[in-house]
């Protein structure tokens, strides 16, 4: 069964930096994307950053500039380095995964628990 474990959140003052990580495990044929999404209190879940298979790297406009998204492809782990933070990066962070079980199979979505980040002002 595929696993998103991610680790790497916590409380930080605004202007402080975070890493955030994120490992998947078990039967993974291919990945097409991996990357990040958050959710504040009371709102939507939003786009924090995905990387592609293809190398393609999208960002969401409200941290751009502010935060690098990369990965280890042999480690099937994706990271989020945020800096300059601010106190509407907090919420709660998801990982995200686009991904083959299977070469017959059609990707699916995988998400992880979620990590929180708190930015303090």
């Known amino acids: 069964q595929v696993q998103l474990v991610e680790s790497g959140g916590g409380l930080v003052q605004a202007g402080g930096s975070l890493r955030l990580s994120c490992a998947a495990s078990?039967?993974?044929?291919?990945?097409?994307?991996m990357g990040w999404y958050r959710q504040a209190p009371g709102k939507q879940r939003e786009l924090v950053a995905v990387?592609?298979?293809?190398?393609?790297?999208n960002y969401g406009d409200s941290v751009n500039g502010r935060i690098t998204i990369s990965r280890d492809n042999a480690k099937n782990t994706v990271y989020l380095q945020m800096n300059s933070l601010k106190p509407e990066d907090t919420g709660v962070y998801y990982c995200?995964?686009?991904?083959?079980?299977?070469?017959?199979?059609?990707?699916?979505?995988?998400w992880g628990q979620g990590t929180q980040v708190t930015v303090s002002s």
């Open positions: 990387n592609t298979k293809g190398g393609t790297t």
């Open positions: 078990g039967i993974i044929f291919s990945i097409n994307a």
């Open positions: 995200m995964m686009w991904a083959k079980e299977n070469a017959g199979s059609l990707p699916k979505d995988y």
